[in-house]
C-alpha cells in the first residue's frame, strides 16, 4: 500500500480531533448556555451572574471540562496553579479573571494557560466564574 503525506496528515488531524474535541469547537458551542440572559458580543467588566443559580449550574460543568484539570477539582488548587477562588468577587477581579481567561498566560514563550477566546462564549466565561465565586473559600 502507498501511504501519502497527505493521507498521513489527515490521519494526524483526525486523531486529533477525536483526542482534543475542544481544540476544533468554536465560538462556545461546547457549553449549552441557552438557559441563561444572552449577553452579546461586547464583553462586559463585571460578572452579570454573580449568585445566579442557574449560572452556577452550567458553571460547575462548564469548569469541570475546561478548567478543572489545571485550576483543581471542584476549584480547589493543588498549589502549581492559581486558586481561583482566592480572587475576591469583585468588578476589579472580574476584570483581570476575563481578560486572562481570554488571552491565557504565557511568559518567556512558554504557554501556561491557552487562551479561551472563540473556545468559550461570554456567558460560558461569566458562568465559570460564578461557580468559582459559589466555592467555600480556603480555611
Ligand atoms: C493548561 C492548564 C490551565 C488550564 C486548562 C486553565 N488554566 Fe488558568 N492558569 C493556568 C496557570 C499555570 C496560571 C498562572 C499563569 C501565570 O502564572 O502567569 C493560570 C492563571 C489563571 C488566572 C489568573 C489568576 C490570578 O490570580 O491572576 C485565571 C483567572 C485563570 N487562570 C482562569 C482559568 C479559567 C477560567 C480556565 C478554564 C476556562 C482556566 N484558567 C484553564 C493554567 C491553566
Redesign the pocket.
Known amino acids: 500500500m502507498h501511504i501519502t503525506i497527505r493521507s498521513l496528515t489527515t490521519a494526524a488531524l483526525l486523531a486529533g480531533s477525536l483526542a482534543f474535541p475542544m481544540v476544533q469547537a468554536h465560538g462556545g458551542d461546547l457549553v449549552d448556555v441557552s438557559t441563561l440572559k444572552p449577553l452579546g458580543e461586547k464583553i462586559l467588566d463585571e460578572n452579570p451572574y454573580r449568585g445566579d443559580k442557574e449560572a452556577i449550574r452550567i458553571g460547575a460543568s462548564?469548569?469541570t471540562q475546561?478548567?478543572a484539570?489545571?485550576?483543581g477539582i471542584q476549584a480547589v488548587s493543588g498549589g502549581?496553579?492559581?486558586d481561583?477562588r482566592?480572587?475576591p468577587a469583585d468588578k476589579e477581579n472580574d476584570k483581570?479573571?476575563m481578560a486572562?481567561?481570554l488571552k491565557?498566560?504565557?511568559?518567556s514563550g512558554k504557554v501556561?494557560?491557552?487562551p479561551?477566546k472563540g473556545t468559550?462564549s461570554q456567558e460560558a466565561?461569566w458562568a465559570?466564574?460564578a461557580y468559582?465565586d459559589s466555592r467555600p473559600k480556603k480555611e
Do not use: E, K
Not at 491565557?104 to 511568559?107: D, T
Open positions: 462548564a469548569y475546561n478548567c484539570r489545571c485550576h502549581m496553579t492559581p481561583l482566592d480572587m483581570i479573571y486572562v481567561t491565557g498566560a504565557a511568559r501556561y494557560m491557552q479561551f468559550l466565561i465559570i466564574r468559582t
